[in-house]
C-alpha cells in the first residue's frame, strides 16, 4: 500500500515524505508574491528551516523568516509577528514547526487583518464574528512534528502573559489553505519530542472519542487515530529515521485534531494551567496526567474503552486499555508524576480553578469540579 496521497479533508493536505519540495508551488497558487515563514527560535537555526527558506528563494518568493516565538507562545511574540509581516510588506504566511511555530503563524496571518485587541476573538459563542475578514493572510502550514495537529485547525493557543492562561483564539480563517504534512521533517525531532508530541496527538484521540457529544465521523478517526499510535509511535521513537513509522505519526497527529472538533477533556484541562505556569512540555504533560484522569473517567466511559480495547486488538476491556496506556508511556520514557517536570503542589488551588475554567472541561464525560480538580493534580503530582 502506498502511504502517499492527497486528502481534501478537512483542508488540501499534502501527505508523504519528500513533500516540502512543493512548498514554493503552493504559496504562489494560493496567491502569495512575498510569504514569511514564522518559526520557533529553536527551529530558526535548523537544517529543515533552511531547507524550506531555500525552496521558497529557489522558486522566486523571498526568504523572509520571523522566529521570536517562545516555546508557549503569547501575545507579545504575536505582536512582533504581526510588526514583522507588516514592515516587510508580506502577503502570506507560512506556519512552519511544532505547536508554536504553527500556531503563532497563523495567528498572526489572522491579526495582520484586525484592529481589535487579539483577545477579543478567544473561542467564546460567537466572538470570531467579529473578526474582519477581508485582511486575512493566506496560511500554508508545514508542521515539524506529528502531534498538535494545529496544521488542521481552526484555532491557535496563545498566552497570555500577564494572566498565565492560555486562550484559544478561533476563527475559520485559521486554518491553512494547504498542508504539507512531510515526514523527512520529523526525522529529526529529539527522543523525549517524538514521545511528548505522539502522545499529545494520542491524547486528542483518546479524549475526542470519550466526550459524549455526538459526532461518529471524529467517533471513528479517533479509533483510528489510537490505533495509528499504538502501531507506530514505538516504531518512530525507537527508530527515528523511520519514514513509515514518521508518515502514520503524521497521520495521526493530523486525526487528532480533526476528532477533537468532538471534545477534549481533563486531560488538557490540567494540562493548560501546568503548560502555563510551569512551562512544561504540552504533549508530555498530557501523558503524565492520562493515567489518573483514566480512572476518574472510568464510570462513564468503561464500556467505551473496552470497545477501544478490542479494536486495538488489547485483551482486558478497561483494564487493559489502562495498562497499555502505563506501558506505553514507559516504552516511551514519559515520567510517571509532575514532580519530574518541576510542577509544585503550592498553586494546586489556583490551578484546580484554572482547570474547571479551561474550554477543554465541557468535553470531559464525568464533571470536573474544582475539588475533583485538586483530588486529580495531588495524584498528578
Ligand atoms: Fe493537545
Known amino acids: 500500500m502506498s502511504i502517499t496521497a492527497n486528502w481534501s479533508y478537512p483542508t488540501a493536505i499534502k501527505m508523504g515524505a519528500g513533500r516540502i519540495g512543493e512548498l514554493a508551488e503552493h504559496c504562489k497558487a494560493v496567491g502569495m508574491k512575498k510569504p514569511i515563514l514564522i518559526t520557533d527560535r529553536g527551529l530558526a537555526s535548523m537544517e529543515i528551516t533552511k531547507k524550506a527558506l531555500d525552496i521558497l528563494e529557489a522558486g522566486g518568493l523571498g526568504r523572509a523568516i520571523f522566529a521570536d516565538v517562545d516555546p508557549n507562545p503569547n501575545e507579545k511574540n504575536l505582536e512582533a509577528g504581526v510588526k514583522a509581516f507588516k514592515d516587510g510588506g508580506h502577503d502570506g504566511v507560512v ?225 487493559g486499555f489502562y495498562d497499555f496506556v502505563l506501558e506505553l508511556r514507559s516504552t516511551l520514557g514519559i515520567p510517571d508524576k509532575l514532580a519530574e517536570l518541576g510542577v509544585k503542589t503550592d498553586r494546586i488551588d489556583e490551578m484546580s480553578k484554572m482547570a474547571v475554567a479551561d474550554p477543554s472541561t465541557g468535553g470531559n464525560p464525568v464533571e470536573l469540579t474544582v475539588e475533583a480538580a485538586k483530588e486529580l493534580f495531588e495524584q498528578c503530582i
Open 95 to 319: 506556519a512552519f514547526g511544532g505547536g508554536s511555530g504553527l500556531d503563532l503563524g497563523k495567528c498572526v496571518a489572522f491579526m495582520a487583518g484586525q484592529t481589535r485587541p487579539v483577545w477579543d476573538f478567544e473561542d467564546v459563542g460567537d466572538w470570531w464574528t467579529r473578526a474582519s475578514v477581508e485582511g486575512i493572510a493566506p496560511i500554508i502550514a508545514v508542521p515539524t512534528t506529528a502531534g498538535t495537529g494545529s496544521e488542521v485547525g481552526r484555532a491557535s493557543v496563545i498566552t497570555n502573559s500577564v494572566t498565565e492562561t492560555k486562550k484559544i483564539i478561533f476563527h475559520p480563517k485559521f486554518l491553512p489553505a494547504v498542508t504539507i504534512c512531510d515526514p523527512e521533517l520529523t526525522v529529526g525531532m529529539p527522543k523525549h519530542i517524538t514521545a511528548g508530541t505522539g502522545m499529545d496527538a494520542f491524547a486528542h484521540c483518546l479524549e475526542a472519542y470519550s466526550s459524549p457529544f455526538y459526532h461518529p465521523m471524529s467517533q471513528g478517526i479517533a479509533l483510528e487515530g489510537m490505533r495509528l499510535v499504538k502501531e507506530y509511535l514505538p516504531r518512530a521513537y525507537a527508530d527515528g529515521s523511520d519514514i513509515e513509522a514518521r508518515t502514520h505519526m503524521m497521520s495521526a497527529a493530523a486525526m487528532g485534531a480533526v476528532a477533537f472538533q468532538k471534545g477534549l477533556g481533563a486531560i488538557h484541562s490540567l494540562s493548560h494551567p501546568v503548560g502555563a505556569i510551569y512551562h512544561t512540555h504540552h504533549g508530555t504533560t498530557n501523558a503524565v496526567v492520562m493515567p489518573p484522569v483514566l480512572r476518574f473517567n472510568r464510570p462513564a466511559v468503561e464500556e467505551r474503552l473496552a470497545a477501544a480495547a478490542a479494536y486495538l486488538g488489547i485483551s482486558g476491556g478497561f483494564d
